[in-house]
């Protein structure tokens, strides 16, 4: 397999076709691994005012202190649980549009047509639901996997008193380069389907035979576009960070006291550097999709060829 002749076809593609830099960004949609919560609050159950701790933001405005029903508690914890499910299943769904879209464009870069947002919605639209399935399958297994994980760690740390969570430590390490393999079967898996326009279990054997028989291949170029995808992002994301250094002097500022100009100046600061930035780190982000999905999808077609040489051509030389 070429890696040089695939990893610069798929930056030819998307440079040229920059249209599929919204499928990208699209995309991106399905890749977040999750928003972390952060909660800060007082527990110390009233009395005077000095019981804010030590937290940086201990003297600003409390908002933990709204007049609550304990019986309407249950209803506000229902509502928010909804709120982010129907985010996460909009994001789920957009994902996987995104790479759909990708997968097709780059698929049409191959074979010289042409490429419109349009054009590709439609060529993509047949097989959305089963790729929905398909991620959605995977997506289940994932989190049953890591629950039963999480349970076998638990009680494992019960019945032994801790010490069983010393042998879980090989096992999670393992399951690192695991997990990484199983989203390498995966993008083939995704590609095999529309490619081959297969079935949802179909293309999950496809996806498993095309990289168990080209096993070097698929994890050199799996640690290729890891890296060099992390990499990226990291890189795009080093001006976010900047961004927030404002947000730490406030933080120091309002330790002494809450109503700081300083404190509060670093707090817009921050928040317009972020607003400012964030679209630029979407787009960013889009193009790194856009470019790692049309690597794929090359690369199956690739791997492909080499299980069956009739059922794929060598790539060309350019555009």
Same mark, same amino acid.
């Given at each position: 397999?070429?890696?040089? &002749?695939v990893?610069t076809r798929a930056?030819?593609?998307i440079w040229k076709? &920059? ?5 990208? !960004? ?7 691994g ?6 800060y609050?007082?527990?110390s ?18 908002f933990n ?10 209803i =506000?914890?229902?509502i ?6 129907l ?6 769904v957009?994902?996987?549009y995104?790479?759909?879209?990708l997968?097709?464009?780059t698929? &049409? ?5 042409s ?7 439609t060529?993509? $639209?047949?097989?959305l #639901?089963?790729?929905l399935? +398909?991620?959605?399958f995977?997506a289940?297994?994932? !989190? ?5 994980? /999480? +349970? ?9 008193? #801790?010490?069983?969570l010393i042998? +879980?430590?090989?096992l *999670?390490c393992? $399951?690192?380069?695991?997990f990484?393999?199983?989203a390498?079967?995966i993008?083939?898996?995704?590609v ?7 079935a =949802? $279990?179909? *293309?999950?054997?496809r ?5 168990r028989?080209n096993?070097?291949?698929? !994890?050199?170029?799996?640690l290729?576009l890891l !890296?060099g995808?992390?990499?990226a992002?990291?890189?795009i994301?080093?001006?976010l960070l900047i /961004?927030f250094a ?6 120091? /500022?309002?330790?002494?006291d809450?109503s700081?100009a ?6 817009g600061?921050?928040?317009l550097?972020? =607003?400012i ?5 979407? /787009?960013f982000a889009?193009v790194v999709q856009?470019y790692i &999905?049309?690597a ?9 060829a080499r ?8 790539l060309?030389?350019?555009l």
């Amino acid at each position: 397999m070429d890696f040089g &002749k695939v990893l610069t076809r798929a930056g030819e593609i998307i440079w040229k076709h &920059k249209i599929l830099w919204i499928f990208g !960004i699209l995309a991106g949609c399905g890749a977040q691994g999750g928003n972390s919560s952060y909660q800060y609050g007082s527990n110390s159950g009233g009395g005077s005012g000095s019981g804010t701790g030590d937290m940086p933001f201990g003297n600003m405005p409390q908002f933990n202190n709204w007049d609550i029903p304990d019986s309407q508690i249950w209803i =506000v914890v229902t509502i928010i649980f909804l709120i982010a499910l129907l985010i996460g299943a909009l994001f789920f769904v957009l994902g996987v549009y995104g790479r759909l879209g990708l997968i097709h464009g780059t698929l &049409k870069a191959e074979a010289g047509e042409s490429i419109t947002f349009g054009e590709v919605h439609t060529a993509l $639209m047949p097989n959305l #639901g089963k790729s929905l399935l +398909l991620n959605l399958f995977l997506a289940v297994a994932f !989190i049953g996997v890591g629950i039963i994980f /999480a +349970l076998v760690a638990v009680l494992g740390a019960v019945a032994t008193m #801790g010490i069983g969570l010393i042998c +879980l430590v090989p096992l *999670a390490c393992l $399951m690192v380069p695991l997990f990484w393999f199983a989203a390498i079967w995966i993008e083939q898996a995704n590609v095999a389907l529309v490619v081959e326009n297969l079935a =949802v $279990m179909d *293309a999950l054997r496809r996806g498993w035979n095309v990289v168990r028989a080209n096993l070097g291949e698929s !994890i050199a170029m799996g640690l290729i576009l890891l !890296i060099g995808g992390g990499l990226a992002q990291f890189v795009i994301s080093i001006p976010l960070l900047i /961004a927030f250094a404002p947000m730490f002097a406030a933080m120091v /500022a309002f330790s002494g006291d809450s109503s700081s100009a300083a404190g509060w100046g670093g707090l817009g600061i921050a928040l317009l550097c972020v =607003v400012i930035y964030l679209p630029i780190l979407i /787009a960013f982000a889009g193009v790194v999709q856009s470019y790692i &999905k049309s690597a794929w999808t090359l690369t199956f077609l690739q791997l492909r060829a080499r299980i069956n040489p009739s059922a794929g051509e060598p790539l060309p030389e350019s555009l």
